[in-house]
């Protein structure tokens, strides 16, 4: 059953803690994404990755850090230098076939502070 | 980037029709139409693309004028389930990439009994 698979559902993070929330698919997808939602909101973009072993800044990096050392993972950590990090993360990954590209999204992460 | 507004919100009852009107004034020419469903805590859903006049699929049709400033995502009888924020984007992601769209507040659909 391919899809995206974000782990866990709920994360609670202490005052000066890094977490990170995982993102897999098994779509054979090259490009990934993260996004942050708050209540009420629309989707804001915070890294995307469009090949293994590179990855870009979106609008809102400040504060988080991703890696992308297999096609399949695309984790992403929170780091104590995010003085807001309560919010719905979405990771999502994109086909590239010419006139029909989608975006996959996962089921999301709830991350609160404690 | 082509800038989108949408109605904040709207209200439906079971078995209508339900029309939601997305507004692009500056839409390129290679930008497709792109709307997605999204229910509470989960992930946006992809629903319909377009590029110019009609296109249906099993779920919904999209209806794009011939200027293109403008395209209407259209929900045959809605039922209880179709209450959901829908997102209407416009770009190229198959040149730019998906990174360069925009997801706005969306329109926030409610459908009642």
């Known amino acids: 059953d391919g899809g995206i698979t974000q782990s866990p559902k709920y994360l609670f993070r202490k005052e000066g803690q890094n977490v990170t929330l995982s993102c897999e698919q098994n779509l054979n997808h090259d490009a990934m994404y993260w996004y942050r939602q708050d209540p009420g909101q629309g989707l804001r973009l915070i890294y995307y990755?469009?090949?293994?072993?590179?990855?870009q800044k979106g609008d809102i990096a400040e504060g988080y850090s991703v890696s992308r050392e297999k096609k399949e993972s695309f984790p992403l950590t929170v780091t104590s230098a995010q003085k807001n990090p309560t919010a719905f993360y979405l990771c999502?990954?994109?086909?590239?076939?010419?006139?029909?590209?989608?975006?996959?999204f996962g089921s999301g992460t709830q991350l609160s502070v404690l | 980037l082509a800038k989108t507004t949408q109605p904040i919100s709207m209200d439906s009852y079971e078995g209508q029709e339900v029309n939601i009107t997305c507004s692009h004034n500056n839409i390129a020419t290679n930008d497709y139409i792109t709307w997605y469903q999204q229910f509470p805590s989960q992930g946006p859903r992809f629903i319909i693309q377009g590029y110019k006049t009609k296109v249906t699929n099993e779920v919904a049709s999209l209806f794009i004028p011939a200027d293109r400033k403008s395209s209407t995502l259209s929900l045959p009888r809605v039922s209880l389930s179709d209450t959901a924020v829908y997102y209407c984007l416009v770009g190229d992601p198959g040149n730019t990439g998906f990174q360069k769209l925009v997801f706005g507040t969306g329109t926030r659909l409610l459908v009642s009994p």
């Open positions: 990755s469009q090949i293994v072993n590179d990855f």
């Open positions: 999502a990954s994109s086909t590239r076939t010419t006139g029909n590209e989608k975006l996959f």
